[in-house]
């Protein structure tokens, strides 16, 4: 179980995991452990626990971690430990779902006030006079 929020929780059933031989550190000790932990998980399928608006969200928000089946995948290799690469997927999985629960707030429209417009208009004006007043007049 990954808790989202206190009512959201993904089941583990929903998330599939597989292993690979990490580039990342770990020496030699590379080459033969599988460190590197991937997680798929079927977010437009199986996902019933997160709201319709939130999982529309995802695929805006991120775009790179998801497939064309409507997957999401994300991947580990930060540490030597498959454990802790398995944690850091699910930290990752928990933070996207988080973000895309924040609705964005509609920009209201506003209009520019009488006055700010006069003052603008007299402003040009009075730097038109002011640069008009620097030209060389036609009296030589």
């Known amino acids: 179980m990954l808790p989202i929020t206190d009512t959201i929780i993904i089941a583990d059933d929903?998330?599939?995991?597989?292993?690979?031989?990490s580039g990342g550190p770990g020496g030699q000790n590379v080459n033969k452990v599988a460190s590197k932990a991937v997680l798929r998980w079927k977010a437009s399928a199986t996902a019933a626990?997160?709201?319709?608006?939130?999982k529309a969200r995802m695929p805006v928000l991120f775009p790179s971690r998801f497939t064309t089946e409507g997957d999401v995948v994300i991947q580990?290799?930060?540490?030597?430990d498959q454990e802790r690469n398995k944690e850091d997927c699910l930290l990752k999985l928990a933070e996207m779902v988080r973000a895309a629960l924040v609705e964005p707030v509609v920009r209201k429209k506003t209009k520019?006030?009488?006055?700010?417009?006069?003052?603008?208009v007299a402003d040009k004006r009075r730097n038109s006079e002011k640069k008009q007043a620097r030209r060389a007049g036609g009296d030589d």
């Open 14 to 21: 929903e998330l599939e995991w597989s292993f690979a031989r």
């Open 112 to 120: 520019v006030s009488k006055g700010a417009k006069r003052r603008r």
């Open 76 to 80: 580990s290799q930060a540490t030597r």
């Open 49 to 54: 626990a997160i709201p319709p608006g939130a």
